[in-house]
Nanobody, 120 residues
Framework: QVQLVESGGGLVQAGGSLRLSCLAS????????MGWYRQAPGKQRELVAR???????NYADSVKGRFTISRDNAPNTVYLQMNSLKPEDTGVYYC??????????????WGQGTQVTVSS
């Protein structure tokens, strides 16, 4: 079993910063990538940022220049530094990991989600 545990959400005023963390644990053979998704009320879940095992990153256009994704391999933790937050960044943020528990098959795992609320 693989578990993803997120932390760091909360309430912040517009222009403020938050840092999200996600720790992956369990039977992990290898990582393909880890990332953060968010879901605002009434909207579909969307990719915010993703980082591959090789360190390549990609971001949603709406967060480029404000958010930074990074990873610490020991332990298996991914971070999302969010600066210059806007009310439209409000939502539940989910950690995602593309992990192999055995061999070449990659599975998707999700955290439980952490609420980020940005007040205007």
């Amino acid at each position: 079993q693989v578990q993803l545990v997120e932390s760091g959400g909360g309430l912040v005023q517009a222009g403020g910063s938050l840092r999200l963390s996600c720790l992956a644990s369990g039977r992990i053979f290898s990582f393909n990538a880890m990332g953060w998704y968010r879901q605002a009320p009434g909207k579909q879940r969307e990719l915010v940022a993703r980082i591959t095992s090789g360190g390549n990153t990609n971001y949603a256009d709406s967060v480029k220049g404000r958010f930074t994704i990074s990873r610490d391999n020991a332990p298996n933790t991914v971070y999302l530094q969010m600066n210059s937050l806007k009310p439209e960044d409000t939502g539940v943020y989910y950690c995602n990991a593309e992990i192999s528990v055995m061999g070449p098959i990659i599975n998707n795992y999700w955290g439980q989600g952490t609420q980020v609320t940005v007040s205007s």
